[in-house]
Structure formats: structure tokens, C-alpha cells
């Protein structure tokens, strides 16, 4: 058989093709579940004392509480999705004044994770841009997030789609 010089580009191709962003449906539960673990256990690594604990049931609790924020108003869960799966996602919400932040209303995220495997392919700030894209339409007139003080990659990925640093969380144990 005569060889498809573009045959296997393509294929390789299919891993980097842009992801289609869309907002979440129930039928995400499983797939915002096993990312969600993803985060809980990454950030647990960072610092077992402060951060929550990966538990047998963390992905479906996870998928529970992220569906559950899929029909509130204010709140905004986005998938990527990439030959029909679910590669990562972004959740975040609109809040009001928040006197203990200092601050105004303003778009807040609180996850954003890519599947391992799709990772520095763009997808992370796809999910961003999308995000950014539904919280102007929204009026948020900037948005805010938190971010682990150990995850360098994160934040490498926040500083290049354009936040600057402006608070850091310190925590002490007790007793
Ligand atoms: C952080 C995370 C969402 C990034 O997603 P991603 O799809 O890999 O990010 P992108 O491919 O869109 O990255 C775009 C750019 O951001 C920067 N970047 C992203 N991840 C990086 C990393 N691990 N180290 C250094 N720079 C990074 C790079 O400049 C990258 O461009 P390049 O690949 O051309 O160098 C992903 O690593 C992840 O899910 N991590 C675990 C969960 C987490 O920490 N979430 C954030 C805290 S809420």
C-alpha cells in the first residue's frame, strides 16, 4: 500500500488539536469528578497539613459538588473537551463586596485542571481565555484567583495570560 505522508501527522496531530470549550451538563459529573481528585491530591502534595486529604470517594464527591454549581446563576463551570472527552475544566463564579478581601465585585476562579496527558498544549489557557470571555460579558470588571504558593506551574501559566501577584495566604498550626 502506498504510504499517506499526512497520515500520521494527523494522528499525532489529534493530541494537540484545540479543545472545544463548552459549558458543563450533569452528564460531566464523572469526568469533573476525576479532575477534581486530580486537584485534591496535587495540592495535598504541596502541603498535607493545610490541604484537604484525597479520600477513596474525593471523585464522586468532587463531581457532586461541581454539578451542583452548574445551574447557579453566578457560578461558571467550563469543560475542554477533546475527541469527545473531557480533558480539563475551569469553575469560577461572579462575587459581590467582600470587605475581609478589600475589594469590589469581581470575577473569582476557584479550579482550573488538565488532564495529565493534555497538559502544555494549551488547554489550560483555553479554559482561561473562555472564562475570561463569559465574566466580561457578565460586567466583572476583574478577576481574581488564588493559587498554591508551591505550584510554580500554575502560576507560570497565570503570569503569561496576564495576573499580577497581589496577596499571599500564610498558615500556622496550632496547639
Ligand atoms: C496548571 C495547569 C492547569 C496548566 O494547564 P495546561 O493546559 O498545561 O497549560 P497550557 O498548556 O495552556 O500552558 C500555557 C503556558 O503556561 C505556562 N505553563 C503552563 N504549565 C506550566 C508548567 N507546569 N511549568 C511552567 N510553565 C507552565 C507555559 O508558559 C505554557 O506555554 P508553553 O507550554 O508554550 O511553554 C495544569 O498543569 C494542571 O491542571 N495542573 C494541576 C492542577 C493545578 O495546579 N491547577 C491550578 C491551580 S487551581
Partial sequence: MRHCAWAEPLQNGLMTLPPIIRPAVADDEEALGRLGALLVVEHYDFDPERFLAPRPDTPQA????????????EKLVLVAQRNGAVVGYVF????????????????????????????????????????????????????????????DGAQSLFERVGFRRTMIEMT???G
Fill in 92 to 151: 469560577g463564579g461572579m462575587e459581590g463586596f467582600d470587605y475581609m478581601a478589600l475589594r469590589g465585585p469581581a470575577a473569582v476562579l476557584y479550579d482550573l485542571v488538565v488532564d495529565a496527558a493534555h497538559r502544555r498544549q494549551g488547554v489550560g489557557a483555553a479554559l482561561l481565555d473562555a472564562a475570561f470571555g463569559e465574566f466580561t460579558k457578565r460586567g466583572a470588571p476583574r478577576v481574581l484567583l488564588f493559587t498554591a504558593y508551591k505550584n
Fill in 172 to 174: 500556622r498550626e496550632l
Fill in 62 to 73: 468532587y463531581g457532586r459538588f461541581l454539578t451542583s454549581k452548574i445551574d447557579q446563576q
